[in-house]
Structure formats: C-alpha cells, structure tokens
C-alpha cells in the first residue's frame, strides 16, 4: 500500500533535477555534470535517490566542497542532511519532498574508468572528456581478483564464527547483524560468479526486487533464511546456509585455481558445528 505522497515522488524527482541543472549548467566552474546509478542507467522506481556527480575545475574545488551544503539548499527546501562533514567532497541531502541526493564533487582527474561509470546521463561535458570516459568504461568487464576472492572468504568465515558465539551468548542484536552478513556475503560471491562486481560491504541496493542481477531462486533462498531467537532453530539456519555457501566457495575457488585450499571451509564450518 503506497503512501498518497509516493505517487508524487517521480514528479517530485523531476522538479528536483530541474533546479539542479538549471542551476549548475550555468555555472562557469563547473565542467561536468553527470547522474549515476537508477538514473544514469534509466531503471529508476518510486524511491530512486538523484545521484548526483559534479565535476569542478581544479581551481574552484575546494571552495565548492566547503559550500555544498549552501549550494544543496538552493535546489529544494532541506529537511536534514545525512551527511554533512565539511571535509568530505560529499554530502547526502534529504528533502522535504522525501527525495534524496547523494551529491559528489570531482575535479577532472579523480575519474577513471570503471565498471561504475558505463551507465551514466551526462548533462553537462564541456571538456567532452566525460563522454570519452563513458565510452571507455563501457568496454570494461569486472572480473574479480584473487585479493579480493580471499577478502571475500575471509569475512565469509569470520561471520560464521562471530554469528555462531553470538547465538551461544543470546546476544541476539550482534547475531542478527552476522546473520544479515552472511546473507550479503553470500550474495556477493553469487555476483562474482555472474562476473558482477558487487556492492560496497553491506550494501543492499538493487540485490532484491525486479532489478536483482540474481535469479528468483537465489532471491527467494536469501529471502527464506529467516532470524529466529532461538539457538537450535537458529543454528539450523546458519548450517543450511553454510551448506549453500561451500558450494559457493568450491565454485569460487576452481574460478582462482585455488582447489588446494577447498578443504579450509570444512574446517572452519566444523568448529562451530
């Protein structure tokens, strides 16, 4: 059941950007203007968020990012800022609208290209290096490293430990954020078999729903892992889910020609079980 006021969201995202740009296309210093995510790849929702790239010259820089809380307000009427440290070449504004901006601030060379810059809507390229850049992001394809593989093992095992002593103490609050862990950490070795480069740690965006990048049944098996404050039914769980992340871990591992170290998730799965 939506609330009256979502219906009005799109609109609401729209009016939003108009100020945006109306304002910083005519601003001289700025070079580049340019939006990512659900809009830069065009599969945006009710609740998509603006996010916001700007690109300044080097010589304005830093004025700019010390001012960007003042240039957030000249867009729509602020509720509150998420983010707000003077230091940091970003902020995160929340409109009365219940529209959010997630704004960064770049000088030229602080892109590269990346995976994360192949969908993007450039509105504003005065140098055209951003359009060279999209076009250059676009041929890459991410492939995960070995360093990262074993990032991703590693905390995998940990959270399966730190998620077992947390369950024996009846910390139920510290076992619930290792078992959500895990769910994410399972999903994310589910993207770097499909080649995808996941998310930063903890972050859910676009793993469920319609735009998932993951097949019903994988989304249905996360979703299915249910939290229960009790210790057998809950280490239950965390077995069926050990279960499907050693397949995981097998696959994975063939990908690195790491089949020599298969045996080590057996050996950490069978201290807590």
Request: hydrophobic share 40%; no cysteine.
């Given at each position: 059941m939506f609330h009256e006021r979502d219906l009005k969201l799109p609109k609401s995202r729209e009016k939003l950007m108009k100020r945006i740009e109306k304002d910083l296309l005519e601003d001289e210093n700025i070079i580049g203007v340019f939006y990512g995510g659900s809009i830069g790849s065009g599969n945006t929702d009710l609740y998509s968020d603006i996010d916001l790239r700007v690109v300044v010259t080097d010589e304005a820089y830093s004025h700019y990012v010390e001012m960007k809380l003042n240039r957030a307000r000249c867009w729509g009427e602020v509720l509150f800022y998420e983010q707000a440290a003077q230091h940091l070449?970003?902020?995160?504004?929340?409109?009365?609208?219940?529209?959010k901006v997630d704004c960064f601030y770049y000088r030229l060379n602080d892109l590269k290209p990346s995976v994360w810059l192949n969908?993007?809507?450039?509105?504003?390229?005065?140098?055209?290096?951003?359009t060279e850049l999209r076009a250059a992001s676009q041929t890459i394809t991410y492939q995960p490293t070995v360093e990262e593989f074993n990032q991703w093992r590693g905390k995998l095992f940990a959270y399966f430990h730190e998620a077992y002593r947390r369950i024996m103490r009846e910390e139920w609050l510290y076992a619930q954020n290792m078992f959500l862990g895990l769910k994410w950490l399972i999903a994310s070795g589910w993207y770097m078999q499909k080649g995808i480069q996941p998310n930063s740690f903890g972050d859910w965006s676009k793993v469920e729903g319609a735009r998932s990048p993951l097949d019903k049944t994988k989304r249905d098996m996360l979703y299915n892992w249910h939290f229960k404050e009790e210790q057998e039914e809950l280490l239950q769980v965390i077995n069926d889910m050990a279960v499907v992340a050693r397949e995981l871990d097998i696959d994975l591992s063939k990908q690195f020609n790491n089949e020599a170290q298969t045996h080590l998730f057996d050996d950490v799965i069978a201290l807590i079980f």
């Open positions: 070449s970003y902020t995160v504004v929340h409109y009365r609208s219940f529209v969908d993007i809507s450039i509105v504003k390229d005065s140098t055209a290096k951003l």
